[in-house]
């Protein structure tokens, strides 16, 4: 009788150990970016992309504001718009030679990406609740500068230059610039 209380005992504590795994809250996102110039054009890996994210509250919404914005990696409070942040919490790797282009390592329970593609001077966001125990999760992410903006796979992506060639866009940038000075 002592062995089959000894044995239930063990049986149980095993049983219990199990239920109770150390959950972690995190994943490690990679991000293949995609880019097309013109609608007619190839579809070809982003070249030229810088990546970060903030922690923020759970059910707040934030925003990046403007291009300049999205340079200078500031995002805004959509309800308190005087309430900003400067500072990400993660800066994305960067490899052009990867499949996955981008990679970041979430380990908050909510977190507001940001992807800007320099050369094509457009930029992404996503307001994304981290999993528990999901180690890695490889997503896509398509940027076309032929469309002033879009939404797809939970990406809101804008072109603050639609419509405007390469030359005049970056004078336009230039001259703004200038006159804040």
Not at 62 to 74: G, I, Q, Y
Not at 115 to 139: F, G
Request: aromatic fraction near 12%.
């Amino acid at each position: 009788m002592r062995k089959f209380k000894y044995i239930a005992i063990v049986l149980i504590a095993v049983v219990a150990t199990a239920c109770f795994k150390d959950e972690k809250q995190g994943t490690l996102m990679r991000i293949a970016v995609f880019s097309q110039e013109t609608q007619d054009s190839d579809i070809v890996p982003a070249t030229d992309l810088e990546s970060y994210a903030f922690w923020v509250k759970k059910g707040s919404k934030w925003k990046v504001s403007s291009w300049e914005d999205a340079l200078d990696r500031r995002i805004t409070n959509t309800e308190r718009p005087a309430e900003q942040l400067s500072e990400p919490d993660e800066v994305g790797d960067f490899d052009p030679e990867a499949e996955y282009q981008v990679t970041l390592e979430l380990w908050a329970e909510s977190t507001f990406i940001v992807v800007v593609d320099k050369a094509n001077r457009m930029y992404a966001t996503r307001q994304y609740d981290t999993p528990m125990n999901l180690p890695e999760l490889p997503i896509q992410l398509h940027m076309y500068a032929w469309r002033k903006t879009g939404t797809a796979n939970s990406w809101d992506v804008f072109n603050p230059f639609f419509g405007e060639d390469s030359e005049s866009a970056t004078s336009s940038a230039t001259t703004e610039n200038e006159n804040v000075e």
